[in-house]
């Protein structure tokens, strides 16, 4: 560690010490998952302005803080934590993530990060081959024929959000090549599932398509787009003048884990030639699986596809990808003209730069790889698996307590379920007293018109005893009326 002053580490010891017995109180389960201490307070327990003003977080000053800090921290490794979809990150992804911080190359442009660049395009290409699309060929090689022809394009992004958004870019480019110079035009439509993540409507104001132009896809009562209602949809909006810009389906609604039947959707996109983009934030992990690959087919039939890394991949926020069948769609994403960029300038290596919302990027590849190079992806693939089976255990086991109610079948590691005679208000009530009682972290999602609460099996340490005590927990939290 030469070239490291003495008080960083000393410092790095502190923080190492610190985290390491939050992390072991944590995974032993004991202890709550979440506090929330009252903001001012925990802004005067951690001295900040003070510490901003007069400066001097090392040595005891910064231990004091730490353990005020963790403290108040949700605690990711408590296997009792299945509230939001974040990933209990991989001790080896966690390294990665310090050697890129600490290496601190942003590489979307090539020559600031000459191996932070390799690992992302590496990475890309190797998520480009789990869906069945053509990986790139590496930029530097002498042009062979037609290599780089056919072939995917992809970049990883600072969250799923993002991704959808350059996703939604490209398809807006592909409908409407003068968007990019003239703005959008008013005609352009986006159909939905009208339980698409928020981000799909998001990125519809940000391009400047607008909220309104979001159209919901016929669904069944469990949100899965009804393919044959789609077409007429399609159908009907054509007539009334309107450019379809893009389809979206899910593998993996947010609010319960249900996939879109892909083939379905994509036989009508093509023959509509309508562009077929699919939500895969939280499922596309299961493209590792070939157990579950089945619950993807189709999905290479996809023009976009998102697959955040930060979900179901171990890795360490933020870290998502957006992948396109046709590479070359990406570069409409960000300017008017797409051109090729293979094999057409001097200069070495790559440049992501073209591809992004963001000029300086993290190497957001490294802590994803470091994960998946220490397990290899049949390690990554088994945590998956492992995850939705326990999803499915889970769900069984609430089926045979009567005093519970199922809302769907689980096709992934998240859970819906309600106590029966309690209505959704009183869910609302129950979710805030397991977050005030601490024990637990749950959330709550409307989902076929009612309230659930809501369970995403994140953690590789939960087990379906962990379960088991929140479902004996939860009928006493919802009496108790004190
Ligand atoms: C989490 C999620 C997103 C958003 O991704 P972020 O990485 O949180 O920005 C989008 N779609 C689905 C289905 C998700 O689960």
Redesign the pocket.
């Known amino acids: 560690m030469k070239g490291i002053p003495m008080t960083t580490r000393d410092d790095m010891n502190i923080v190492r010490s610190r985290l390491e017995s939050w992390e072991a109180e944590a995974r032993s389960g004991q202890g709550p998952v979440l506090v929330q201490p009252p903001m001012p307070r925990l802004a005067e327990d951690l001295d900040i302005r003070e510490l901003i003003s007069a400066g001097g977080l090392a040595g005891d000053r910064l231990d004091g803080f730490l353990e005020t800090y963790l403290a108040a921290s949700h605690r990711i490794p408590h296997p009792h934590g299945m509230g939001h979809?974040v990933a209990c990150p991989h001790p080896s992804a966690v390294l990665g993530g310090y050697v890129d911080v600490f290496t601190n190359n942003p590489m979307a442009i090539y020559e600031m990060g000459p191996a932070a660049a390799t690992v992302e395009y590496a990475v890309i290409n190797w998520m480009l081959e789990k869906v069945g699309w053509k990986p790139r060929p590496w930029p530097d090689r002498p042009a062979e024929g037609a290599e780089g022809e056919g072939c995917g394009g992809g970049v990883l992004t600072h969250?799923?959000?993002?991704?959808?958004l350059t996703a939604l870019a490209a398809a807006r480019a592909h409908a409407d090549p003068e968007a990019w110079e003239n703005g959008a035009y008013p005609d352009l439509v986006v159909v939905s599932p009208p339980d698409a993540?928020y981000?799909v409507s998001r990125a519809l104001g940000i391009l400047g398509i607008g909220q309104k132009a979001l159209v919901s896809a016929p669904c069944d009562d469990w949100g899965r787009i009804l393919p044959r209602q789609l077409g007429r949809l399609l159908e009907e909006l054509k007539g009334q003048g309107r450019r379809i810009m893009a389809v979206t389906a899910?593998a993996?609604?947010?609010a319960a884990g249900l996939h879109d039947d892909f083939h379905a959707v994509a036989d009508v996109c093509e023959r509509h030639g309508v562009w077929l983009h699919v939500?895969?934030?939280?499922?596309a992990s299961a493209l590792l699986s070939p157990r579950l690959r089945h619950l993807l087919d189709g999905v290479e039939r996809a023009d976009s596809l998102?697959w955040?890394a930060?979900?179901m991949m171990r890795t360490p926020?933020?870290c998502?990808a957006v992948l396109f069948r046709d590479g070359q769609h990406l570069d409409g994403a960000f300017r008017q003209q797409a051109s090729y960029l293979f094999h057409e300038k001097e200069q070495v290596g790559f440049d992501a730069i073209a591809h992004t919302v963001e000029c300086t990027k993290a190497g957001l590849g490294v802590k994803f790889f470091f994960g998946l190079a220490a397990e290899g992806e049949k390690g990554l693939a088994r945590y998956v698996e492992g995850r939705y089976a326990l999803g499915a255990e889970v769900a069984r086991l609430i089926a045979t307590r009567p005093e519970y109610e199922l809302a769907v079948e689980p096709e992934a590691n998240i859970v819906c379920f309600r106590l029966k005679g309690l209505d959704d208000d009183a869910h609302l009530e129950l979710r805030n007293r397991v977050l005030a009682d601490g024990r637990y972290y749950i959330t709550t999602t409307t989902f076929a018109g009612r309230r659930w609460l809501r369970l995403a099996i994140m953690n590789p340490e939960t087990e379906v005893r962990h379960v088991e005590r929140l479902l004996n927990l939860l009928p006493e939290l919802a009496k108790d009326d004190t």
Do not use: F, P, V
């Open positions: 979809q969250g799923g959000s993002l991704a959808q993540h981000s899910n993996g609604c947010t939500d895969g934030a939280h499922g998102i955040d930060h979900k926020g933020l998502a």
